[in-house]
Structure formats: structure tokens, C-alpha cells
């Protein structure tokens, strides 16, 4: 009988394995693609678009399943640095460098529209050329109140000049026509950077929008991770900045096997009508720790960006392994922030995967997961760019990123649905092992069995499938190693007929399966 048991008891964990991982789905290879960025339609959140360097562009209108590849181009000139956003009429806007013929290759920033739903752009307008100087790295968002767009960027008075007389500098346009046309760039910072791409520029500059229309933005810069607002829609901006945390290694990161691996900032407002409405996230990765050690970073204002929390770090993985090129969002309809980056703690090579990290109480704590399917291993002779990206709206979370297999490159997605996130997860034996509940369904009663390999206070609980505790079987209840079955009955649970998901804390460590109250 005990062999039987066991048996099914494996059963059951195979079955929950084979739906614990989140298809994986490919855009394109054309064009050796690297730093995707990608957008939903605020009109209609199943439309994507989503775009890689230099002038690649996908489409999907069944979000996300299946995409077309097709490619960009304009008289401007297209040259990287993509950057997609949509306004709430469901038109698309695609931001990129120029390029010309003669020197500075790149001196303004292009911006190309489509109204149907990625399948044609239009030729584009541009805004930034200031003679001799390089603009790059833009980034840009909608203001959904007005439908205003909002830009930044770094303008290099010498791209990779050492002369001390050469500084770089963040500017700010904006648009309330839907792109046709820019005003007049801002400068947002007050400290100047050089304009070596060393990590002691000012580079790396993000904007976003809060619930009343500010303006936030945030970039990298000598003194750290810097912050500005305005709240005018970009007409003045403050005479001072804010630091929200140091740079002590810069914002550059030697990771083995990427030629660069770039720690800019990433910024979003929650504007959600959530209990965190109005709060300012900004995100990072650095070295502080060691060139053995990059970490993903987190920081939060909850007024308005005047002061910033103590900085906390995202991949709750050991010490000692690299993670990097992080980006992050806000789901405007649940609050929710969901953070994207390429991650190491499953190796002692360079092999590298792709997880996520969701924090569903305004950044007080953070659930990592992985989301690629298969490990990759990329090559420092080929570029992987500086970025990617992620985007979620109300529960439908898409990362995009580069995947190097073979010296080729291509870009991906995951389907990553926030109802079910983490359910039926495959997860680490250390240090303990939770099994699928039997029976499942439940009538009038099941048996919970789990291992613990250490020593470990444990918890065991239930939730919805929205993430709210409806259960608890016990609460930091010490476990000597050991094999354990808790019997429950229904009647104890109290639970109305539904799925759920049960879960097994220990050590800061979550273990999740599903199952179904009859």
C-alpha cells in the first residue's frame, strides 16, 4: 500500500511538473535582433507590438500567442534603441535613433506611428538635432489622462570623447498631437556627465507618469541613480535632483560571456486604484557586491519622489551569481509590479536563464520564478544588447528578451498569466519538497505531504486564485528532516467550491500547487 501511495504521489508531481513551465514563445531571429521592447494597446490589451534592434517590428493580435515579423524603415533612418508605447486610441508609436551618412552617425531621435495595430508605420518625425552633438537612448511613455507623449534621452556633446570640456546631458520633449510634432528639448539634469560609455555618464534615462499627470523621470549618472519630476507636463523642472541611491561600481556590470551588461534604471508610477496608488518604484542592477555578484535593486517613494526607501534586493537567490539587465512594470489594474532579468543562480558556468520577480504588497517583498524554458549561453563577440523589457495589464504579463543560441540570436516571450502565477511551479528540494495534495478533487477531506531536508519552521496555507489567504493549516510550525502527510478535513478549510492553491513557506522560500475544492 505504502509503494501504491507513493506512486500516485509521484504521479501527481510529474502531472503538476509538465504544466509548471510558461510557454515560451519566439518573435524573430531576423536581422541579429537584440534590445526588445514591447507595448499592449490601451484600446485593445490583446494587440501587441514589440520591436528589436536595429529595425525589426512584431506584431500580434492574439496576445501574444503568435506574432509576425516584418521591418522598419524611414528616410530618417533607423538605428536602434527601440522603444515601443501605445496612446488609449490604440495607435502604436515606435521610437528609435537616426542614422545618416556623415558624422555624428546618430543626431536626432525618430519617432514612427501606426494606426493598425503595427502592420504599417508611418515615415516619422524627429526632434533633438542639435548640430554636432549625438542624441540616444530614449525612452518614452503616454500620459493616458491627455494622451500626451513624453520623452528622454542622452545628448553626447562627443560620443566616446574623453576631452573634460565634453559632457553628456538627460533631455525631455513631448508631444500633444500624437507625435506629429515635439517641443523644444529640456534639459533635465543638473550634474553633467562625460561621455565615455564607461558607467560615469548620464545615461540610461526612463520616464513615466503618476495618477495627476507628473512627470517622473529617473537615470544613471556619476552620483547614482537620479530622480526628477515635473508637474507642468515638462514645461520647468526643478533646479535640483534627487539621488535615490549610490553607484559605487558605476552602472556597469562585467558579466562573463556579454560584452557589456549595462544597470540602467527602470521607473513606473502605480496608478492603480489599489492601496499603493501613486507610488514611484525605480529598479537597477549593479555590482556593489562584487564583479562575481550583480544584483537586481529596488527602491520606492511613497511622496511623490521627494524622499526613497532603503534599496532592497529583487532575486532572492545566494550570493555570489550574476543577474542583470533588468527591467520592470506596474500592472495599472491590480497594482501589482512585475520585473524581468537574465539570471545565473542555477549554474556554476555561464549558462543563463530568464526569470521574473512579482511583488503584489508595493515592493515590501518579492517572489522570483523562472520563465524561460531552457537555458542559454551567450558570447561576448556578439552583441546582446544594452535592455529588454516587459509589460503587464490586468493580470497579462508578456517579458520580451534576446535568447543567444549557436552565436545566433532571437527574441521571446513568455505567457505569464498573474491569476496563476506560481501555481504548480517546479521548485527547488531545498529545503523541503511539497507534493500534490490527495485527493484533488476534494470532498470531505485531503492529505497535504511534503519533505523537509533541514531543520526549518514551516508554514502551510491556502489561497484564492487572486493571491488572497483563504486557509491556514499551521503557521511556523518546527519540522525536524523528514517526510510529513497533514490530513485536513474540508469541513476545516471552509472553502466554497473552486480552485485554489496551497503553499508551503519556509525560509523566506515559497512552494505552490493547485487544487480544487469540490
Not at 561576448?380 to 493580470?395: E, R, T, V, W
Amino acid at each position: 500500500m505504502k509503494k501504491c501511495t507513493l506512486f500516485i504521489l509521484i504521479c501527481f508531481l510529474l502531472i503538476s511538473s509538465a504544466f509548471s513551465q510558461y510557454p515560451n514563445v519566439k518573435l524573430g531571429e531576423q536581422n541579429v535582433p537584440n534590445e526588445p521592447s514591447i507595448a499592449f494597446s490601451m484600446k485593445n490589451p490583446s494587440v501587441m507590438v514589440a520591436g528589436a534592434n536595429m529595425a525589426s517590428v512584431y506584431y500580434s493580435s492574439d496576445a501574444g500567442s503568435g506574432w509576425t515579423a516584418g521591418s522598419l524603415s524611414s528616410s530618417l533612418g533607423v538605428w536602434g534603441d527601440p522603444c515601443i508605447i501605445s496612446d488609449t486610441n490604440g495607435i502604436f508609436y515606435y521610437f528609435h535613433l537616426n542614422i545618416n551618412s556623415s558624422s555624428p552617425w546618430y543626431d536626432r531621435i525618430v519617432c514612427q506611428r501606426s494606426t493598425d495595430d503595427g502592420h504599417t508605420w508611418t515615415d516619422g518625425t524627429s526632434f533633438g538635432s542639435n548640430g554636432t552633438k549625438t542624441q540616444e537612448k530614449e525612452w518614452a511613455v503616454c500620459d493616458p489622462l491627455t494622451n500626451n507623449l513624453y520623452v528622454t534621452w542622452t545628448q553626447s556633446d562627443a560620443d566616446g570623447s574623453s576631452n573634460p570640456l565634453d559632457s553628456s546631458n538627460i533631455h525631455f520633449s513631448r508631444s500633444v498631437d500624437g507625435g506629429l510634432s515635439w517641443s523644444n528639448p529640456a534639459r533635465v539634469n543638473q550634474v553633467a556627465g562625460h561621455c565615455i560609455a564607461d558607467g560615469y555618464g548620464v545615461q540610461g534615462s526612463a520616464p513615466t507618469v503618476g495618477p495627476n499627470g507628473e512627470i517622473y523621470v529617473t537615470w544613471a549618472s556619476p552620483l547614482g541613480i537620479m530622480f526628477s519630476k515635473s508637474t507642468n507636463q515638462g514645461n520647468s523642472w526643478p533646479s535640483g535632483n534627487v539621488t535615490v541611491a549610490s553607484l559605487p561600481v558605476g552602472w556597469g556590470c562585467l558579466v562573463p560571456g556579454v560584452e557589456r551588461a549595462t544597470g540602467l534604471p527602470a521607473i513606473a508610477c502605480d496608478r492603480s486604484q489599489g492601496q499603493n496608488r501613486g507610488n514611484i518604484y525605480i529598479n537597477w542592477s549593479d555590482q556593489r557586491n562584487g564583479s562575481s555578484d550583480a544584483d537586481i535593486w529596488f527602491s520606492k517613494s511613497t511622496d511623490g519622489g521627494i524622499t526613497w526607501s532603503d534599496m532592497k534586493r529583487v532575486n532572492n537567490d545566494p550570493p555570489g551569481k550574476q543577474n542583470f539587465f533588468s527591467w520592470m512594470t506596474v500592472d495599472q489594474v491590480t497594482g501589482y509590479i512585475y520585473f524581468v532579468f537574465y539570471d545565473r543562480r542555477n549554474y556554476s558556468d555561464q549558462n543563463t536563464d530568464v526569470y521574473m520577480a512579482v511583488s503584489k504588497d508595493g515592493g515590501a517583498s518579492f517572489y522570483n520564478f523562472k520563465v524561460s524554458q531552457s537555458p542559454f549561453i551567450p558570447n561576448a563577440s556578439l552583441f546582446l544588447g544594452d535592455y529588454n523589457s516587459i509589460y503587464a495589464h490586468n493580470n497579462v504579463i508578456r517579458p520580451i528578451w534576446t535568447r543567444m543560441s549557436n552565436d545566433s540570436l532571437s527574441i521571446w516571450t513568455a505567457t505569464v498569466n498573474g491569476l496563476t502565477l506560481g501555481v504548480g511551479e517546479e521548485v527547488s528540494a531545498e529545503p523541503s519538497a511539497l507534493l500534490q495534495n490527495y485527493p484533488n478533487p476534494i470532498r470531505s477531506f485531503t492529505n497535504f505531504a511534503y519533505e523537509v531536508y533541514q531543520p526549518s519552521f514551516v508554514s502551510l496555507r491556502i489561497y484564492d486564485m487572486l493571491g488572497k489567504e483563504v486557509a491556514v493549516i499551521f503557521t511556523n510550525k518546527f519540522h525536524q528532516p523528514g517526510q510529513y502527510i497533514e490530513r485536513v478535513s474540508a469541513d476545516k478549510m471552509k472553502l466554497a467550491p473552486g480552485v485554489y492553491f496551497y503553499a508551503l513557506i519556509y525560509r523566506d522560500k515559497v512552494e505552490k500547487r493547485k487544487m480544487v475544492m469540490d
